[in-house]
């Protein structure tokens, strides 16, 4: 029997923490670790609340992060008292903050990569340039040039 908290054949390292996204536990021990019955984690299931993985025989098999959820709307129901449809709707604006989050963290990574791009460029041109001197008039002003005489000592 693989333990299902050393890793064994679900893909991570033995003796390593299970990830919190890995789906290793069945529909009954998911259900004591959420204080529920298992019929109502069917019911969540059916009405899209939490969805959990399948094995090839149609088994659900449920994560440590499908666990915390199945909590979450438990809360959310029993002791804030908002019905299944309302939890549903909370839990899919918080799925769509959470990935606007990430959008916003990339755009902001790429943003100061292009930051970064347009200085380096800016101080590729200023080296190109030859530095000399060149006669400055306000505008509105007449600039009056005088060639210079190089044969005086």
């Known amino acids: 029997m693989t333990d299902h908290l050393t890793g064994g054949d679900f893909g991570f390292a ?6 919190d996204d890995v789906p290793v536990y069945v529909i009954s021990v998911a259900a004591t670790l959420a204080g ?9 299931d059916r009405l899209g609340l939490v969805s959990p993985d399948r094995t090839p025989g149609r088994g659900r098999r ?12 438990q809360r959310l129901s029993q002791d804030e008292g908002v019905n ?3 939890v549903k709707r909370i839990l899919e604006l918080e799925a769509q903050v959470d990935a606007l989050r990430s959008r ?9 990569a292009t930051r970064g791009e347009i200085a380096r460029r800016e101080a590729k ?7 000399e001197i060149v006669p400055f008039a306000p505008p509105g ?13």
Do not use: F, N
């Open 36 to 44: 529920m019955h298992p019929q109502t984690l069917r019911q969540y």
């Open 125 to 131: 041109v200023h080296q190109s340039y030859k530095r």
């Open 62 to 73: 449920y994560s440590a992060r499908d666990i915390e959820m199945l909590r979450q709307v």
């Open 104 to 112: 916003l963290t990339e755009l902001l990574a790429e943003l100061d």
């Open 141 to 153: 002003s007449i600039a009056v040039w005088r060639e210079q005489r190089r044969d005086r000592p």
């Open 84 to 86: 299944l449809a309302g």
């Open 14 to 19: 033995p003796g390593g923490p299970v990830p």
